[in-house]
T-cell receptor, first 116, second 115 residues
Framework: GAVVSQHPSRVICKSGTSVKIECRSLDFQATTMFWYRQFPKQSLMLMATSNEGSKATYEQGVEKDKFLINHASLTLSTLTVTSAHPEDSSFYIC????????????FGPGTRLLVL | AQKITQTQPGMFVQEKEAVTLDCTYDTSDPSYGLFWYKQPSSGEMIFLIYQGSYDQQNATEGRYSLNFQKARKSANLVISASQLGDSAMYFCAMRGNTGFQKLVFGTGTRLLVSP
């Protein structure tokens, strides 16, 4: 099956620093990638949708300037948490979809971010 | 707007028994898809089963089956012959047919399988 990787799997950073999370589709080209956020014992909340070569579409309430998303190629999307604060500590998960496979989203293993 | 409701925060089942996890949904889209995902403690989202709104038959994948009742807007997951490794969070999700056809997730049900 299709594989999506995320890097890093776990990151601890100081408040005020920026953190970049990479999401890669390893064996397929992902025309659309999704970024989710999951707080402990809660559900996944969609943050934004990114299509290769165009600006990301953010969900209501998600700060565009704080969560920068870049989908530079068909196999790579990055989420940068700028000026991270402790309340940004969460589990971030990406998923990728091929245009021809609307029914299938392939999820990455997630990245645990802890901001001190 | 689409909405997924999972009313069972936690469920217990004994090994080898069957268990049903409830999911109801609300949407105005005539065409939609329903998914179930399993999330173990490691955090990865594991796809289990998919049901399209126009599918005539209930979806089945091994020990997983989806009890799709369109008129009631329910899409319950049935796990037969539960195994200890089935202990995890289970999320029901819906894909609409507009925009980026994004997934909307329910709040999840934690399943605990006991020996």
């Amino acid at each position: 099956g299709a594989v999506v990787s995320q890097h890093p799997s776990r990151v601890i950073c100081k408040s005020g620093t920026s953190v970049k999370i990479e999401c890669r589709s390893l064996d397929f080209q992902a025309t659309t990638m999704f970024w989710y956020r999951q707080f402990p014992k809660q559900s996944l909340m969609l943050m934004a949708t990114s299509n290769e070569g165009s600006k990301a579409t953010y969900e209501q309430g998600v700060e565009k300037d704080k969560f920068l998303i870049n989908h530079a190629s068909l196999t790579l999307s990055t989420l940068t948490v700028t000026s991270a604060h402790p309340e940004d500590s969460s589990f971030y998960i990406c998923s990728a979809r091929v245009r021809s496979e609307v029914e299938t989203q392939y999820f990455g293993p997630g990245t645990r971010l802890l901001v001190l | 707007a689409q909405k997924i409701t999972q009313t069972q925060p936690g469920m217990f089942v004994q090994e080898k028994e069957a268990v049903t996890l409830d999911c109801t949904y609300d949407t105005s889209d005539p065409s939609y898809g329903l998914f179930w995902y399993k999330q173990p403690s490691s955090g990865e989202m594991i796809f289990l089963i998919y049901q399209g709104s126009y599918d005539q038959q209930n979806a089945t994948e091994g020990r997983y089956s989806l009890n799709f009742q369109k008129a009631r807007k329910s899409a319950n997951l049935v796990i037969s012959a539960s195994q200890l490794g089935d202990s995890a969070m289970y999320f029901c999700a819906m894909r609409g047919n507009t925009g980026f056809q994004k997934l909307v997730f329910g709040t999840g049900t934690r399943l605990l399988v006991s020996p």
